[in-house]
């Protein structure tokens, strides 16, 4: 058969925060007259959905919907610090202040209307957009708790700190210690189809299982699998950038190959969520995780197909096919307990 399939599968583990020398981040948060929720903190948006985890995690701490939360403009001259784009660690830094700085609001909220009320704080709720004393019949919407409180003196905002210890040096004999501050972890199965005449490879399908922590947003987290997949696709089998005496020589696109809609294989991603223990909404990351285990799932599908492995990336059809044929000269091999037999005879 000119075509032979095969599946490979790869583990992979990644290291969240800790990963700048100033390794914190800040919010304010001000439930004003309107009930609106505004969120101030300089996050910053580069593609992975931050501005909309926050939101979501600002309107469930408080108890208001996600259009009823306004995102600060992050200009860091005006807005507190917050944690750089990068290492997959936004929505663990910024995700988890910004729950923090709204659980102060919600508490000054709440200790207001326990008074009004004349009733125990504990049984003060939030929730779509109203406060409520559990077991009796105060309620009001959260607009007008928020005068309440304003009429009383107390405004409903809150601040709050999230910063990461630096990470202590790590034994010198055996390496222990603890470098990162939160781990996620990830496997993948590929399945591919290996044309042994030409040697391109297809990547048929990936079976993306990962540990986010808590998935804010599911279908973001699953954005950010499928990015990290489609990346690695390049890396893999395509994108090959060549230097000769310290200068490119990879001309432009039509020589350095990037993937495109046709190579994109099924996806089918599994979120597998165990609440990290050192924040408080249990979030982690998967942005660069989702990219770490698709390349050798990959190669150990072409070697399961056609029994060849590719050590030099990007695996090209040249080098496929290279190696497909570099095998069949070697021909079969025979174990030596076979081979004592076959010169007995």
């Not at 058969?1 to 992979?12: L, N, S, T």
């Not at 919600?106 to 125990?120: F, I, Q, T, Y």
């Not at 049984?123 to 309620?139: D, K, P, S």
Request: charge should be negative; glycine fraction near 12%; charged fraction near 20%.
């Amino acid at each position: 058969m000119a075509r032979k399939r095969g599946r490979g599968m790869a583990v992979c583990w990644y290291g969240i925060a800790r990963t700048a020398p100033a390794d914190r981040s800040a919010a304010w948060v001000d439930i004003d007259e309107g009930g609106v929720v505004k969120v101030m903190t300089g996050i910053v948006e580069i593609g992975a959905g931050i501005r909309t985890a926050v939101t979501q995690i600002a309107a469930h701490e408080i108890g208001v919907k996600p259009e009823n939360v306004v995102i600060g403009d992050n200009d860091t001259a005006r807005m507190p610090g917050p944690s750089l784009a990068g290492g997959s660690r936004q929505t663990f830094m910024v995700g988890n202040v910004v729950a923090l700085a709204c659980r102060e609001a919600r508490k000054r909220l709440g200790e207001v209307m326990a008074k009004v009320w004349d009733v125990d704080v504990d049984l003060i709720r939030t929730g779509n957009g109203e406060v409520w004393a559990e077991g009796t019949n105060h309620r009001m919407t959260m607009a007008e708790a928020v005068n309440n409180a304003k009429q009383r003196g107390v405004i409903a905002v809150g601040s709050a700190n999230f910063g990461i210890v630096p990470s202590p040096r790590l034994d010198a004999v055996d390496g222990s210690g603890r470098p990162w501050q939160s781990y996620v972890f990830g496997c993948q199965v590929a399945e591919v189809e290996v044309d042994t005449v030409t040697g391109e490879v297809q990547v048929l399908g990936i079976w993306a299982a990962h540990d986010v922590g808590r998935a804010i947003n599911p279908q973001g987290v699953e954005g950010q699998i499928e990015g990290g997949i489609v990346q690695a696709l390049g890396q893999g089998l395509m994108e090959d950038y060549k230097l000769d005496g310290g200068r490119t020589s990879t001309s432009g696109f039509a020589k350095y190959i990037l993937p495109t809609s046709l190579d994109v294989p099924q996806v089918n991603s599994i979120i597998v969520e165990d609440p990290d223990p050192l924040g408080p909404l249990g979030v982690k990351g998967v942005g660069e995780l989702s990219l770490v285990p698709t390349v050798p799932a990959i190669m150990n599908a072409i070697y399961d197909a056609v029994g060849v492995r590719i050590t030099d990336l990007p695996a090209t059809p040249e080098k496929v096919l290279m190696a497909i044929r570099a095998k069949a000269r070697q021909g079969p091999r025979v174990a030596p307990q076979a081979a004592e037999r076959t010169s007995a005879l």
